[in-house]
């Protein structure tokens, strides 16, 4: 398994020589030694998850060094390689492979390609250690990792203050998940004495009922390790109450977007819920909360997506929904299900993002849907992979005979919440039949605003810049031109005013390196569900060779049974409103175009909410951010300021001066002066000896 080694290490290789070479050589030294890197990656997993798949493959763990041995705490640096590794390699590589190759296109005029390429391929390493991590703590490592990549990653274009801004608030908000995650790691190793993931969840069940006290009351043990663990999935999978840093990650560049987003940084805490499921099986409750925040995460999601007007912040709330649906599917024991779910979100999700980057490519850096519109003949091959996205993504599919990504791991993850027959997962089930509804609504409004009606280019400012400077402004920290040498600067030339929308401009397509990963992330996006659908499901490739998951995760062959024989219209519950969504987008965005904006006004404060994002931002900034400045410059002016520097070393320096200055008046040089002083020492001394 020395494949593992480069798999893993390599990215982190490549990283580091393109961060110290950086501009010391062209810039497509970094590019071409960091893709090049992640390509090997991506061509050295698939064999391992093909393994798996035929049941040739062997779980294995390959020792890489010695690490800790500090009392009753001992681990080693080690990479797990089994059914669960081998589909987040497959996962990971594959799209941060593709990724790196459409930078080369989408960062072409960027001055800082190399720190870019660099910082990518160290998030690829990041996660890449998390996901083969074989103890808590060399996970943890990863899992900081990867939130320190991702603030270097959004905050690429350190010149504009929003994406800073965005960098340190999605930073923070991990560091108050990461916390429940610490506390966790440190709850597990003083109930079970090892931080080994094996033994750990070897351990679990025989702790199921117990109790720890704290506080004066006793609490069931494992529920409280398991929600503790949960609270950091929150943090780094962006769940409800810690999802606030997703949408505002949309200022870094849009192919980091598509990692963030598809394959790496949100799936994490789906990841470790389901490596851990052993061990969360034994806590109910804590499966309980995990159900019900990640059903309220899906409908809270698609809810504020339908309001949007920012295409990257459309499917970035899509993201959050589906992040939502694949922990209520955990929630309800359906493990390999939301794995299933996370594998095919990855293609549609990273295809959706990186279309959406080459129509922000063509409409010169304009993100809002409101000035786009007749787009598919101008870029049709990116219409052609965002119409594969959506309908991957909204789970469209005949019944039986095929369908699109989505539609298998969709309908799979309502089944099970349907079939687990308990309170919580009809909860689950109704919340993700409606956010389904939803998501086709606003899928589909994204794709009738952006490719079909008339061009309303002529309203925005970009375009506008574009018809009449011919070149982007670098001015407070925009981003550079994106577009390939020359052909925007030939269509961007001054010319009259338009009457038909289009101010003169004229969109073209992005450029191959570009578009060649739309092209291998449509194809996934369209056949991943079919083809992958009973390994990940059912658990098994074949009858020949047996079960696909083995100890990766805990199985539930029960509740798969039980998925398999729901009612018809449970099955049919997916579909049903994904039409439904269709139907309304069309008649609002195509049929009758007034439909949205008597319905805002109509809706009001409703709509108002929802647009605002259910004031989520606005209520932590007053509970939290303004009693945190508040408290700061107490402890500025009054404790630091007032107390600490006065009587320590401004205070100490204050009397060396004064001191200072009263010995320099007694050095007058008479000596007269002298003779007194030494006159009033001796007086003194006599009158401390006599008394």
Not at 568 to 580: C, E
């Amino acid at each position: 398994m020395s494949s593992i080694l480069i798999i893993v290490f390599g990215p982190l290789l490549a990283s580091i020589i393109a961060g110290l070479v950086n501009k010391s050589a062209p810039s497509v030294f970094a590019k071409a030694i960091t893709t090049g890197a992640l390509f090997l990656s991506c061509a050295l997993s698939w064999p391992i998850f093909i393994g798996f798949l035929t049941g040739t493959q062997e779980a294995t763990v390959v020792p890489v060094l010695q690490w800790v041995q500090s009392g009753s705490m001992s681990f080693d640096w080690a990479l797990r390689v089994d059914a669960l590794t081998a589909v987040m390699l497959v996962v990971i590589n594959s799209v941060s492979a593709l990724v790196h190759l459409y930078s080369w296109g989408y960062m072409e005029e960027d001055p800082d390609q190399p720190r870019f390429f660099a910082y990518l391929s160290l998030f690829t390493f990041a996660m890449l250690m998390l996901v083969t991590a074989d103890n808590l703590v060399q996970m943890f490592f990863g899992w900081e990792g990867v939130g320190l990549a991702s603030y270097l990653l959004i905050g690429f274009w350190f010149k504009k203050p929003s994406a800073n801004a965005a960098a340190i608030k999605a930073f923070v908000v991990n560091r108050v998940g990461d916390l429940g995650f610490m506390l966790g790691i440190f709850g597990t190793f003083l109930v079970f004495g090892t931080v080994s993931i094996p033994e750990i969840l070897e351990m679990a069940p025989s702790m199921s009922g117990s109790t720890i006290g704290a506080f004066g009351y006793r609490f069931y043990t494992m529920d409280i390790l398991a929600i503790l663990l949960f609270i950091g999935a929150m943090g780094k999978s962006a769940q409800l109450g810690l999802h606030t840093w997703l949408p505002d990650a949309m200022e870094g560049p849009t192919p980091v977007s598509a990692l963030i987003h598809a394959a790496t940084m949100v799936t994490a805490g789906v990841f470790m819920v389901c490596r851990l499921s052993p061990m969360f099986e034994t806590a109910p409750t804590a499966l309980a909360i995990v159900t019900f925040i990640g059903a309220a995460t899906c409908l809270f999601a698609a809810t504020v997506g339908t309001t949007q007007w920012d295409i990257k912040r459309v499917i970035a709330y899509s993201t959050c929904s589906q992040l939502g649906y694949m922990f209520f599917a955990a929630g309800v024991g359906a493990y390999g299900v939301a794995m299933f779910h996370l594998f095919t979100h990855a293609f549609f999700k990273a295809l959706l993002f990186l279309g959406a980057g080459s129509v922000i490519h063509a409409m010169h850096h304009e993100q809002d849907m409101r000035y786009y519109g007749a787009l598919r003949k101008h870029i049709p091959i990116t219409f052609w992979a965002m119409l594969a996205g959506t309908l991957a993504i909204t789970g469209v599919g005949v019944l039986g005979v095929f369908g699109f990504a989505g539609f298998y791991s969709k309908d799979a993850i309502l089944e099970a919440a349907f079939a687990r027959g308990t309170d919580m997962g009809m909860f689950a089930f109704w919340a993700g039949a409606f956010a389904a509804l939803l998501t086709s609504f606003y899928s589909w409004r994204l794709m009738f605003l952006t490719f079909w009606g008339k061009p309303r280019w002529a309203e925005s400012e970009h375009i506008q810049h574009a018809v009449h400077h011919g070149h982007d402004d670098p001015e407070h920290g925009n981003p550079p031109v994106q577009e390939d040498s020359g052909d925007d600067v030939a269509h961007a030339v001054p010319s009259p005013e338009h009457a038909d929308g289009t101010a003169g401009y004229h969109p073209h397509e992005s450029p191959w390196s570009m578009l060649i990963p739309l092209v291998v992330l449509t194809i996934g996006a369209i056949f991943a569900g079919y083809v992958f659908k009973y390994p990940f499901v059912d658990g098994s490739a074949d009858a020949v060779n047996g079960a696909f998951w083995g100890d990766s995760i805990f199985f539930n062959e029960n509740l798969i049974h039980a998925l398999h024989a729901v009612p018809l219209w449970v099955k049919l519950t997916a579909t049903i409103v994904m039409i439904l969504g269709f139907i309304i987008a069309w008649f609002a965005y195509i049929k009758d175009t007034s439909i949205p904006g008597k319905a805002a006004e109509q809706l009001g404060p409703v709509y108002k909410f929802l647009f605002n994002k259910w004031y989520f931002d606005e209520l932590y900034n007053v509970l939290f951010v303004k009693p945190a400045f508040w408290l700061g410059r107490l402890f500025w002016h009054v404790i630091d300021v007032g107390v600490i520097k006065r009587f320590g070393p401004d205070g100490a320096a204050w009397v060396v001066m004064q001191g200072s200055g009263a010995a320099r008046r007694l050095q007058s040089g008479y000596l007269y002066s002298y003779a007194l002083i030494m006159l009033l020492g001796l007086v003194a001394a006599v009158t401390w000896v006599l008394l």
